[in-house]
């Protein structure tokens, strides 16, 4: 095997690339900025019982795993910050009230979540901690606009569940208690004949209980899907208030475009306790922003607290966006002359890139157009354009 081969579902980023992600990077920090949240940087590996604490089985199985040379412990690397900026705010934080957090990091993958997906993600992500009204998800959802909009991406759509539309119906039924991970897989799927199928197997089930699941393997769709599902599914008090949740969210960001999928919650019907919500857009293969509200997380760490928030890889966004655009800069030759060096830094304070170029050397550039030179003209230094 050539030295040079990198691991299956990981790549090298190349410059202009690299440039484009690192200002989207710090972009999306200075928007977050502007909301009054608060950038926290934590480890790229932990301990597995505090990287996993609080979370499903699906982060368990994403998770690489590698021995302490110095304790001797299990450690993880990181596969999402999510869990990790919980235990800041409730361990080493521990503020009362409102909390906003935001974060960026590498974060990596024991298997690629899709074909088309990598391994190592670069995730960016903001979390509001402490307040448990629909208020703190209209906000995420706002600002996880904002920053598909701040990168160029046009004509986004949210994809809007609540996992307690399902869990009120399984909550009804003691029958369906022990089939929750199988229904919602089956629900995922859109898998009726499945359900149908499972109806039959389970002992004692309500009959009102299997037709519900069926019915909501078919919600999904425009808003409209929320009227729908009104009339017909039970008429449960836990799952109109979820609708209601819904409702009040759509009606809270009037001018975007909303979806409804009542059967589909991906991987997070264990963690997930409120809206879930997905951000999707021409030109990618799969959602650009996932999020929703976790609250009780932070238990894990001595502090249940309310919490809701979104995360996206920078190098997915990129990936589906035009071309990056290149650079204008400024050839220079190479030189110690004292007027030369002086000229150097003004243009450079003033924002300018300047490439000199060594003796003797041709240079490649993939980032920078040079369409200006520095000459010499009368004992000064003069920038030109290059015909």
């Known amino acids: 095997m050539s030295n ?16 484009r992600i690192e200002e989207l990077r710090r972009g999306l920090l200075d928007l977050y900025r502007t909301y009054g949240f608060e950038l926290v940087a934590p480890p790229l590996v932990e301990y597995i019982e505090s990287l996993l604490s609080g979370t499903g089985a699906d982060l368990n199985l994403r998770t690489c795993k590698l021995i302490d040379q110095v304790s001797g412990r299990t450690l993880g690397v990181r596969a999402d910050m999510t869990p990790q900026v919980s235990r800041i705010d409730a361990h080493l934080l521990n503020r009362e009230g409102v909390t906003r957090l935001c974060y960026c990091g590498t974060v990596l993958h024991a298997r690629p979540a899709g074909l088309l997906s990598d391994r190592e993600l670069l995730q960016i992500g903001a979390e509001i901690f402490g307040h448990s009204g629909v208020e703190a998800d209209i906000e995420v959802i706002e600002l996880a606009l904002a920053s598909v909009k701040r990168a160029g991406v046009q004509h986004a759509r949210v994809d809007l569940n609540h996992p307690g539309v399902l869990r009120s119906i399984i909550d009804s039924d003691p029958a369906l208690a022990d089939f929750a991970d199988r229904i919602h897989e089956l629900l995922g799927t859109k898998d ?67 979806s409804i999928d009542l059967a589909d919650m991906g991987s997070g019907y264990g963690y997930h306790s409120g809206v879930v919500f997905s951000i999707y857009a021409h030109g990618w293969h799969d959602a650009l922003v996932r999020g929703g509200r976790y609250d009780g997380v932070g238990r894990a760490f001595g502090r249940s607290r309310p919490a809701t928030g979104f995360s996206l890889d920078l190098r997915k966004l990129s990936s589906g966006l035009p071309a990056a655009p290149v650079a204008k800069a400024i050839r220079a030759p190479w030189g110690t002359d004292a007027a030369l060096v002086d000229a150097l830094c003004k243009l450079r304070a003033a924002g300018e890139i300047v490439v000199q170029m060594l003796p003797g050397q041709l240079q490649w550039l993939d980032e920078f157009t040079v369409d200006r030179e520095l000459v010499p003209d009368g004992g000064t230094w003069k920038v030109r354009a290059i015909a």
């Open 4 to 19: 040079w081969l990198l691991p299956e579902s990981l790549a090298d980023i190349l410059p202009a690339e690299a440039r």
């Open 192 to 258: 009726v004949p499945g359900l149908t199928e499972l109806g039959t197997q389970i002992s004692g089930v309500q009959t009102g209980s299997i037709q519900a699941l069926i019915q909501l393997a078919s919600l999904y769709g425009t808003t409209g899907v929320i009227t729908k599902a009104r009339s017909v599914l039970p008429a449960l008090p836990a799952l109109h208030a979820a609708l209601d949740d819904l409702d009040v969210l759509i009606a809270a960001l009037p001018g975007h475009e909303f």
